[in-house]
């Protein structure tokens, strides 16, 4: 069998006595037409190699193997190990699974040295510390095409002085170009969240941040948006407060949401 005349995915689900459990945060797709519009939207193809968190039944798997790509999956549920090597034979071996917790996964070795996108319907609970591990880590993908709730989505795209704009902005804004490029209907999922998702693509700047700078912006950010209805001199204060404000050339009396991203990082090399 190859790809062309795969079953449909619940036939898959159902063959195999599967349903989404709640404990690791899984909503499937099985529209393909949405799994291939997120595809379009990464802008892989042919001889690309690709990184997915969390595959589940692979339907998102599917479309990224059909533009000629090559899969590596990061599953944490061995429940679908033997539903994904039909899919990697159906493949033809161009999909490879790791039965591997994300968040420690080690995506250097999972690259081999190839430029790497990641792409990837992430489960709710751990979509934002993957998102900040990608975007400040030793790993530096080549593009991250992502889908988080949309109130999480909304965050990572947010303006400064914006309800929305918060550290998850900053650390985006200051690692990625980032935007929004697609809402998804509870109803396209199985089972249906209680939210509306989004899709985010997310191009890391060519220039990357110092490491000792990236690590420092997140402890700035952190203090500063931990107490975002104070001033600055008193939410920074255990980082150095008024002090650090005028090093950095900023005033101690401004709040964090009200600071674009070049000024955080005038803190952060103030600091």
């Avoid at 990641?118 to 489960?123: A, C, Q, W």
């Avoid at 209907?185 to 209680?194: E, Q």
């Avoid at 952190?222 to 001199?233: I, V, Y």
């Amino acid at each position: 069998m190859d790809l062309d005349h795969l079953p449909p995915l619940r036939d898959v689900l159902d063959a195999h006595g599967l349903a989404a459990k709640k404990s690791f945060g899984q909503h499937f797709l099985f529209d393909l037409n949405i799994t291939r519009k997120i595809a379009r939207l990464a802008g892989v193809g042919a001889g690309d190699h690709v990184i997915e968190v969390g595959p589940g039944p692979g339907g998102l798997t599917r479309a990224l193997l059909e533009t000629g790509a090559s899969v590596t999956a990061v599953e944490k549920d061995p429940r679908f190990l033997p539903l994904l090597a039909e899919l990697s034979d159906a493949a033809g071996g161009a999909l490879t699974v790791h039965l591997d917790d994300a968040l420690t996964a080690d995506e250097t070795a999972l690259a081999a040295g190839r430029p790497t996108a990641i792409v990837s319907n992430l489960p709710y609970n751990v979509g934002t510390p993957l998102l900040i591990k990608w975007l400040t880590g030793p790993f530096q993908p080549a593009s991250l095409t992502l889908m988080f709730q949309k109130e999480v989505a909304e965050r990572i795209v947010a303006e400064p002085g914006s309800e929305a704009y918060g550290r998850l902005a900053v650390i985006a804004r200051a690692t990625a170009q980032a935007k929004l490029v697609m809402e998804v209907s509870p109803r396209a999922f199985t089972p249906p969240p209680k939210v509306t998702s989004a899709v985010v693509h997310l191009t890391p700047h060519a220039q990357r941040l110092d490491q000792a700078l990236l690590d420092r912006l997140q402890t700035i950010t952190a203090a500063a948006f931990g107490q975002r209805r104070k001033m600055l001199r008193s939410s920074l204060k255990p980082l150095g407060g008024e002090a650090l404000c005028e090093a950095a050339g900023i005033d101690p009396a401004r709040r964090a949401e009200t600071l674009d991203v070049e000024e955080f990082l005038a803190l952060a090399r103030a600091r």
